[in-house]
């Protein structure tokens, strides 16, 4: 079936960091690819989507290029603000499936 | 906009316990999902349905039921709560189940069995 891989569980960052954040995936055809994070006490909310090959989506200076060549959407930011700790769950949706989501990662960002 | 109401916020139960979780939505929308969070687990689907009467399994299905009676409401039940089990169940729901389509989630139901 389809799913998606978040390689870092955690990541650890100062303010005015570079931020990476790696997702890949795997599924038949062209699914639609999606970044939500979630704040403390809050449930997950959408960051952007992307639906067709070398597709970048962004939003609040974090952005992702969708690439099918080798099936990954890693998310980016030039420079984090501690505003930015949260989890971010990469995820795909195919065929009219429900939704599949990664592991998620937790970012902290220290000022 | 709209919201999704879960309740309880928390639900504290006995081992072999059946336990329900209530899910509303006033979006109008037609498909409603159950996913539950883990910590380094990330979100795994429970259950979903696209419309009222309508259930579809996810991938960790086993231990639950899940009833949507209404449009505006989707329920999960735990059938037998397990020992030492600790989990947020989330709620959410979609227009439709396109490929493209966000998915609103509430605030979530965080569930300790002792």
């Known amino acids: 079936g389809d799913s998606v891989t978040q390689t870092e569980g955690q990541v650890a960052l100062s303010e005015e960091d570079f931020l990476t954040i790696h997702c890949n995936y795997s599924a038949s055809g062209y699914p639609t690819l999606f970044w939500y994070v979630q704040y403390p006490g809050e449930g997950p909310q959408l960051l952007f989507r992307a639906s067709r090959d070398k597709e970048k989506g962004s939003s609040r200076g974090f952005e992702a290029t969708y690439d099918k060549g080798t099936t990954s959407f890693h998310l980016r930011k030039a420079s984090v603000q501690e505003s930015d700790s949260a989890v971010y769950y990469c995820?795909?949706?195919?065929?009219?499936?429900?939704?599949?989501f990664g592991a998620g990662t937790k970012l902290s960002v220290k000022p | 906009g709209g919201i999704i109401t879960q309740t309880p916020k928390f639900l504290i139960g006995q081992e072999g316990q059946k336990l329900t979780l209530k899910c509303q939505q006033n979006f109008n929308h037609d498909t409603m999902y159950w996913y539950r969070q883990d910590s380094g687990k990330g979100l795994r689907l429970i259950y979903y349905s696209i419309t009222e009467n309508d259930l579809q399994k996810g991938d960790l299905s086993e231990g639950y039921d899940a009833s949507r009676e209404k449009k505006s409401s989707f329920s999960l039940t735990v059938t037998s709560a397990q020992k030492n089990e600790m989990a947020v169940f989330l709620c959410a729901s979609s227009k439709d189940r396109g490929r493209g389509t966000e998915v609103f989630f509430g605030k979530g139901t965080r569930l300790t069995v002792v």
């Open positions: 995820a795909l949706s195919n065929n009219n499936n429900a939704p599949r």
